[in-house]
């Protein structure tokens, strides 16, 4: 038996949680309890190491050692949490996964695709997810949804990142189209019914209808 790996992708304020939240619940009205994860996290070792990450003091973290450290904690989650999960014929949603990371480090931060390609394929032991819904959203308005108070401090350079990642993702979408769905920001409800569209072919094969 396998279970259904789902996995949310986009950048900051662009929905993710939102969105999962109505997933999951969605899920248990169907009589489906899904696992729901966050990245970086989900075991003792992953928030330490999102501890870590999150830390103010290590400010200045270098791209290469941030990179390791996000592979590190999934390496452990793909390993010990979301492969028994997925054997256990559950169905998995992951607020960020390996795909992050070639965004941010790879796209956002200008680390090599290909290396950081390489890291995730090892670090997830080639899990990948079934179905990743990109929620693609301009940088300064998922920004200014996130942070309302903060945005007009952004500096040019960081929304040029964010723009960085937000192209990177639709690259990665088109280069993949059987695994990724681009979800474009909209009224939450119909963001919803593009999701239920998007993951119904995947949901049916593990036997669950979502009323939509
Ligand atoms: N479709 C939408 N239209 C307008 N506002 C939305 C929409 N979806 C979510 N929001 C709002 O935008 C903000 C960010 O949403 P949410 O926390 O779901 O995003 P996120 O992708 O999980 O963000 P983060 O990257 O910070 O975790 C919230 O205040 C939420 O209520
Ligand atoms: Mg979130």
Redesign the pocket.
């Known amino acids: 038996m396998s279970g259904v790996f789902i996995t949310f992708e986009?950048?900051?304020?662009?929905?993710?949680?939102?969105?999962i939240l109505r997933l999951a619940s969605a899920l248990r009205e169907v009589g489906c309890e899904p696992l729901l994860l966050r990245e970086p996290g989900g075991t003792v070792v992953g928030e330490g190491v999102r501890d870590i990450l999150l830390d103010p003091r290590h400010e200045g973290l270098d791209p290469v050692a941030e990179t390791l450290l996000f592979a590190a904690s999934r390496a452990q989650l793909s390993a010990t949490v979301i492969k028994p999960a997925l054997d256990a014929g559950r169905v998995v949603i992951c607020?960020r996964y390996a795909d992050s990371t070639v965004a941010y480090q790879g796209y956002g931060r200008g680390l090599d695709l290909d290396t950081v390609r390489g890291v995730n394929a090892w670090a997830t032991r080639g899990l990948v997810p079934d179905c990743t819904i990109l929620?693609d959203v301009d940088p300064a308005e998922?920004i200014a949804?996130?942070t309302p108070a903060e945005a007009d401090r952004l500096e040019r350079e960081e929304i040029a990142f964010h723009a960085r990642i937000r192209a990177g993702y639709l690259q990665m979408a088109q280069a993949e189209p059987e695994r990724w769905t681009v979800i474009k920001?909209?009224?939450?409800d119909v963001?919803w019914a593009a999701l239920v569209a998007a993951l119904a072919p995947v949901l049916e094969r593990a036997g669950i209808r979502l009323e939509a």
Do not use: C, F
Not at 10 to 19: A, E, F, P, R
């Open positions: 986009g950048g900051d304020g662009s929905g993710k949680t939102t969105q607020d929620l998922g949804a996130a920001r909209d009224r939450a963001v």
